[in-house]
């Protein structure tokens, strides 16, 4: 039998928390080298080919290198287009609404405020965050520009050099990313999830023969859980698969996300194994290891069956949790091909849309935007009232750093600072001192800019904890060096840069914080509470008789509950940037919720499954006469869902039996309502299986809230 040996970890100071915190995020992983490489490469060429030809703004050509999303080529070219079409279209805003207010000063201010409204209001409403920051970085770069007492020539030029710059780096990228297609072919997200299924079979093969796991190993799966898998349902979206393709690959991406965290939380435990267990082990690396072979071969994995009678799992309970989550991944997947009549199109299930469903309907759009152009309008009229123009940096700091709550805001603007104060100061100026008076060609200052931007790209592919800061030590150093077609002596630019950066967080500090702000704490909770009422509406699905209502109706809540899931995880970072009187408090909601979080996705994962029986959908066919004990229960798990929520909201909710004794109950009807030769057909097993593991799962939370 197993035992394990688990100790809490022990309370280390601030200095150690730092070193293994950096540790872990700046750790290699595969295919860091090459993506670094690839954003170094594509941004050196933009500013050898502005500084070559002389085109002003290439500093901003070399951040857009790096700000294009690189997770596959096709995304990368998307985000390439995105990028120059927001920016025509902004420019094009720019020249045609400024005409009308560049002779009226108050005209002309009050153009900048709604302009300043309309930026933040698009970051809140755009669907599509990379037109959201291109028309923001244009915001910043464009009002300036219009503010200075030269001919209206001057500045329509170089509002067209700026729109040429961006131009230069959207080609140059997408030709680097053109260049460097991966060297393997294989699909876009069926690869990376390869990728993941490959280190958890040899993290459980190692546990299977009864050897220690090699740290590489373990390191390499716990740095796949950290990484997460929000990057592969990016690529999802953006894959050119049928729909009802996506909506199965998307099950499958998230049952590989649990299995890879599942997996990174063993080598935390000091196990000894007895031989049977050692044989589960090894059935479950053969099982991870034939569908791994099945996706990559393009075929649909055949069910998974586990013996769970071989040896019980009270002393490794991780080890039936990856047992289940392995069999759910085959069943994600139907008979393709037969549900595409019922599938919805693009404009009933509402995706892809340039703006948010609610955009017009949710006062929280309003406020933020509202938020946002007060901080902004604030540091405009500052920087002009005591004639300090080179301070305008405290604008773009309000464009790129407003979030909606303080824990999130706060984060983004300490990594600011931070890496403003790294790439200003410490690497700009102190190259301008010290390096750039020996150089006397380009060739030398590449060298330099190689080595910034390989510093800035490794922390830029850290996670979201930390990635942040890469991108502006880059826009910092950009700044202060790369800003004119000379090598740059003077030291007023890099201090203006950084004292307007400084001037703008603490604008946002006063806006966001004191005056109009929203708790992370309270934020997590509220989402919290959003998903349970969420999953007690897909438990209650389908409502409709239309199969293509039901199916767009599910698609929209799995889209929405998946989002709220991942703002959850973001909002739990937020918090550990609050202070104040509720810390303590806060700090223990949010463990608890991170507590939860895994058991409701696997809740909402396997309620998936689950509504394709209720639906009837090829493949998942139940007998017509379960269908009021399945309602029943359903509801039931609908009621449990909206009593947590209540629970967490502060109101009385009513008490119920427990889930596990309605799923007795449905059992019992499922066998009286069936004759008795199809008590063991697969759906009819697959159906219980899953019934009775969404009952655990939601008695497990129900008894923790």
Request: hydrophobic share 50%; net charge neutral.
């Given at each position: 039998m ?31 080298a090459a ?29 857009y ?22 920016t025509?279209?902004?420019a ?9 207010v560049?002779?009226i ?11 300043f409204?309309l ?12 037109a ?81 796991v090699?740290?590489s ?27 009802e ?8 991406v ?16 000091s196990?000894?194994l ?62 393709s ?57 405290a ?84 700044l ?27 604008i ?12 992370a ?38 889209e ?40 409701l ?16 959908l ?7 006469a ?48 069936t ?31």
């Amino acid at each position: 039998m197993a035992t394990i040996a688990q100790s809490l970890p022990r309370p280390s100071s601030a200095l150690t928390w730092l070193r293994e915190f950096l540790k872990e995020e700046l750790a290699p992983y595969p295919g860091r080298a090459a993506l670094v490489g690839r954003m170094t490469l594509a941004a050196t060429l933009i500013v050898i080919v502005g500084m070559t030809f002389r085109i002003p703004y290439s500093w901003q050509g070399a951040v857009y290198a790096l700000m294009v999303s690189r997770e596959n080529t096709r995304s990368t070219l998307q985000s390439a287009a995105t990028i120059f079409l927001v920016t025509g279209i902004g420019a094009a805003y720019l020249l045609a609404s400024v005409w009308f207010v560049i002779d009226i000063p108050l005209l002309h201010f009050l153009w900048v405020i709604a302009t300043f409204f309309l930026a933040f209001y698009g970051v809140s409403v755009l669907t599509n965050y990379t037109a959201a920051v291109a028309f923001v970085n244009l915001t910043a770069v464009g009002i300036p520009l219009w503010d200075r007492r030269v001919p209206a020539e001057t500045s329509v030029e170089d509002t067209l050099w700026l729109c040429l710059a961006v131009l230069v780096a959207v080609v140059i990228t997408a030709g680097v990313e053109l260049a460097f297609v991966r060297l393997r072919p294989g699909d876009e997200v069926v690869l990376p999830i390869g990728d993941r299924l490959s280190a958890v079979e040899d993290l459980l093969t190692g546990y299977a023969e009864g050897r220690t796991v090699a740290p590489s190993i373990a390191q390499k799966v716990m740095r796949l859980g950290t990484l997460g898998t929000s990057s592969l349902r990016r690529a999802l979206r953006h894959a050119a698969y049928p729909p009802e393709y996506s909506l199965e690959m998307g099950g499958v991406v998230a049952l590989v996300g649990r299995l890879v965290d599942l997996a990174a939380t063993l080598p935390q435990l000091s196990i000894e194994l007895s031989d049977s267990e050692r044989r589960r082990f090894g059935n479950l690396a053969s099982a991870v290891q034939s569908i791994r072979d099945d996706l990559m071969s393009r075929r649909i994995p055949d069910p998974i069956r586990f013996d769970t009678n071989e040896g019980s799992t009270p002393f490794v309970p991780l080890l039936g949790e990856m047992e289940h989550t392995v069999t759910l991944i085959p069943q994600a997947f139907a008979d393709s091909g037969s549900i595409q009549p019922y599938l919805p199109t693009t404009e009933d299930i509402g995706q892809r849309t340039p703006l948010a469903p609610d955009a017009f309907r949710n006062p929280e759009h309003l406020q933020f935007a509202l938020k946002g152009c007060l901080a902004a309008s604030a540091c405009y009229v500052i920087y002009n009232a005591i004639a300090w123009p080179g301070i305008s940096t405290a604008v773009t700091t309000c464009l790129l750093t407003a979030l909606s709550t303080i824990g999130s805001s706060r984060q983004k603007q300490l990594l600011r600072i931070t890496g403003a104060l790294v790439g200003g100061f410490l690497i700009g100026m102190g190259s301008q001192i010290l390096i750039l008076p020996h150089l006397d060609s380009i060739a030398g200052f590449v060298v330099l800019f190689v080595a910034v931007t390989t510093l800035s790209s490794w922390f830029m592919t850290s996670s979201p904890r930390l990635s942040y800061f890469g991108i502006q030590v880059a826009l910092a150093f950009y700044l202060v060096n790369v800003s004119e077609f000379k090598i740059q002596t003077s030291l007023a630019a890099a201090r203006d840069r950084v004292v307007g950066i400084l001037l703008g967080l603490f604008i946002m500090w006063l806006v966001f914080d004191q005056l109009w702000g929203a708790s992370a704490a309270i934020e997590m909770r509220r989402k919290f509470i959003s998903n349970l009422r969420l999953l007690a509406q897909l438990a209650r699905e389908p409502l409709s008789q239309d199969r293509k209502t039901a199916i767009a109706r599910s698609l929209a809540l799995g889209e929405t509950i998946n989002a709220n899931l991942d703002k959850v995880r973001a909002l739990a970072d937020g918090v550990l940037f609050e202070f104040g009187p509720s810390r303590e408090h806060d700090l223990a909601l949010r463990d608890r919720i991170r507590q939860w979080q895994p058991n409701l996705r696997m809740l909402f994962i396997t309620r998936i499954v689950l509504w394709r029986y209720r639906a009837g959908l090829p493949g998942f066919e139940l007998p017509e006469a379960i269908q009021p004990a399945q309602q029943g229960f359903d509801n039931r798990l609908a009621m449990a869902l909206d009593g947590m929520a209540d629970r967490m909201g502060g109101k009385a909710s009513i008490q119920l039996d427990d889930l596990t004794t309605a799923y007795t109950q449905l059992e019992q009807a499922a066998w009286r309502a069936t004759p008795k030769e199809q008590h063991s057909t697969p759906q009819m097993q697959s159906f219980l299986l899953l019934s009775r593991r969404i009952a655990d799962l939601a008695d497990r939370v129900e008894r923790d809230i």
